[in-house]
Nanobody, 122 residues
Framework: EVQLVESGGGLVQPGGSLKLSCAAS????????MHWARQAPGKGLEWVSA????????YYADSVKGRFTISRDNAKNTLYLQVNSLKPEDTALYYC???????????????RGQGTQVTVSS
């Protein structure tokens, strides 16, 4: 059974930073692309970033490019998202999702965790 457990969210002031983590189990983590997505209050699920199975290729939504960094540690079965220069519009529930083995394509039907809340407010 795929299990994804996000952590690291919290309340942060505009301009602040957080490092989100996602602990994965129940599948061969190193074989899969992984994604981060988010859902702001009253809005739909938005794809944020993806990383290839080996970590060598990364992808970002235009809204976070230059501020967020995705990474992974395959030895620890853990996915990360370093979020810097946070803005109020980054406030959302952040999810990690297991992608495909052969492609970084995103789908809302991909298995994901319960999410970790990031709130950006002064």
């Amino acid at each position: 059974e795929v299990q994804l457990v996000e952590s690291g969210g919290g309340l942060v002031q505009p301009g602040g930073s957080l490092k989100l983590s996602c602990a994965a189990s129940g599948f061969i983590f190193s074989s899969y692309y992984m994604h981060w997505a988010r859902q702001a209050p009253g809005k739909g699920l938005e794809w944020v970033s993806a990383i290839s199975s080996g970590g060598g290729t990364t992808y970002y939504a235009d809204s976070v490019k230059g501020r967020f960094t995705i990474s992974r540690d395959n030895a620890k079965n853990t996915l990360y998202l370093q979020v810097n220069s946070l803005k109020p519009e980054d406030t959302a529930l952040y999810y990690c999702a297991r992608g495909l083995t052969y492609s970084g394509i995103w789908s809302m039907s991909l298995p994901r965790g319960q999410g970790t809340q990031v709130t950006v407010s002064s």
